[in-house]
Nanobody, 119 residues
Framework: QVQLVESGGGLVQPGGSLRLSCAAS???????MGWYRQAPGKERELVAA???????NYADSVKGRFTISRDNTKNTVYLQMNSLKPEDTAVYYC??????????????WGQGTLVTVSS
């Protein structure tokens, strides 16, 4: 079971860029990793995900602006966010999913990092 720690959030102006990092305490080689976000008063939503094989999936709202990547040697997942908009303001959470030896889905969440996009 991994532990996840997000970092890189902060205040940026519209149109700016930010790079989030998610550091795992253990190997994520076999894990699907994802970034989710939750804006005030709204449900948590999937932003981007990347499988152990490197396939990616993005929410339509961020497609073309955000890029998820992983470095398994560093047990770290990144979210590069470009052309940021005020509606991107949210707490961003890192997520890990893996199927264990009994075919159970194991899921872990990070503590979240706040991204505020404002002029």
């Amino acid at each position: 079971q991994v532990q996840l720690v997000e970092s890189g959030g902060g205040l940026v102006q519209p149109g700016g860029s930010l790079r989030l990092s998610c550091a795992a305490s253990g190997s994520i080689f076999s894990n699907t990793m994802g970034w989710y976000r939750q804006a005030p008063g709204k449900e948590r939503e999937l932003v981007a995900a990347i499988t152990s094989g490197g396939r990616t999936n993005y929410a339509d709202s961020v497609k073309g602006r955000f890029t998820i990547s992983r470095d398994n040697t560093k047990n770290t997942v990144y979210l590069q966010m470009n052309s940021l908009k005020p509606e991107d303001t949210a707490v961003y959470y890192c997520n890990s999913r893996v199927i264990d030896y009994m075919a159970r889905v194991r899921e872990v969440w990070g503590q979240g990092t706040l991204v505020t996009v404002s002029s």
